[in-house]
């Protein structure tokens, strides 16, 4: 059976922050570093690896250091690309590893001349998908599915990782609840989560609240707070998936396992992410 591992629970810029001296990035402990957000999938001899990061090395080894044989995109902002430089020759020297994009992410890479080196080098082999267009492997399928999120670079996708047992929704980024609920057709987030019939959620946990950011930022860098995300859920109920929060910004208080924030989502019955979680689907 197909095996998941969360390789990173930490918003694109990573905990520590470069360049922050507040508490939140001072002194943290070796456990307390957190790596971007990034997906782990083994089966057999091949692994998915769904954004890809410059910590890429430490988060292999949750998996033994194995070469990815796949990579997924879900778009192309810092923490969810910056890794695809480490399958060239200056590091893994890999050649064939898959990459899975969207046609605009395609784009994207033809236009980045390191990038487009590597495709021509054959280090990767794009393979498009197109959103809903569910790939069919070996024992899981997956299935992406566009969401609104700042799309300067390229559009954004959430993946459906369906195995023969649970499947699992990866949804690191997007801008708002009613943007994403909108284009899909659905009222609420329950609703949504139904129709893509999920047994676990990763959802979109970068801030706690907006007070994290200044009011200039806020305009900037719009995610739904999970404050926002609880009231709209509540408490969790039967036959409701389990709702993993994750993509944590460095400031958000849920990283401390004591915090009020971090206490009202667990006695709301959702967790927060820890780097390293393994489901098995
Ligand atoms: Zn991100
Ligand atoms: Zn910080
Ligand atoms: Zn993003």
């Known amino acids: 059976m197909p095996e998941v591992v969360l390789l990173g629970i930490a918003q694109d810029g990573g905990r520590p922050q470069a360049g922050c001296n507040k508490q939140c990035c001072i002194g943290l402990s070796p456990a307390e570093i957190s790596f971007p957000t990034s997906l782990g999938i083994i089966?057999?001899?091949?692994?998915?690896?769904?954004?890809?990061?410059?910590?890429?090395?430490?988060?292999?080894?949750?998996l033994g250091n194995q070469t990815p044989s796949d990579i997924w995109l879900t778009h192309a902002h810092?923490?969810?690309?910056?890794?695809?430089?480490l399958f060239g020759r200056e590091a893994i020297n890999a050649s064939g590893?898959?990459?899975?994009?969207?046609?605009?992410?395609?784009?994207?890479?033809?236009?980045?001349?390191?990038?487009?080196?590597?495709?021509?080098q054959g280090v990767f082999c794009i393979h498009e998908f197109t959103n809903k267009k569910t790939e069919q492997f070996e024992d899981f399928t997956i299935?992406?599915?566009?969401?609104?999120?700042r799309n300067e670079l390229s559009d954004t996708h959430a993946f459906i990782v369906r195995g023969k047992n649970k499947s699992l929704l990866y949804l690191p980024d997007?801008?708002?609840?009613?943007?994403?609920l909108d284009l899909h057709g659905a009222a609420t987030i329950r609703d949504w989560l139904t129709n893509l019939a999920v047994d676990i959620a990763l959802l979109d946990g970068t801030f706690w609240s907006a007070d994290?950011?200044?009011?200039?930022?806020?305009?900037?860098?719009?995610?739904?707070?999970?404050?926002q995300t609880l009231e709209l859920l509540g408490y969790k109920q039967q036959g409701d998936p389990e709702i993993i929060f994750l993509h944590l910004n460095h400031t958000n208080p849920v990283y401390d396992k004591w915090s009020d924030e971090h206490a009202q989502v667990v006695e709301m019955g959702w967790k927060i992410a820890n780097q390293g979680m393994r489901f098995t689907i």
């Open 43 to 62: 089966e057999m001899d091949r692994l998915h690896v769904i954004d890809v990061s410059r910590h890429l090395a430490s988060q292999l080894q949750f």
């Open 174 to 180: 997007h801008d708002t609840w009613r943007e994403t």
């Open 97 to 120: 590893v898959t990459l899975h994009t969207s046609n605009q992410m395609t784009g994207l890479i033809k236009r980045v001349p390191q990038w487009e080196q590597m495709v021509e």
């Open 212 to 227: 994290e950011l200044s009011s200039r930022n806020q305009e900037k860098v719009p995610h739904p707070p999970i404050k």
């Open 78 to 85: 810092l923490g969810h690309v910056d890794g695809l430089g």
């Open 143 to 149: 299935t992406p599915i566009v969401v609104p999120h």
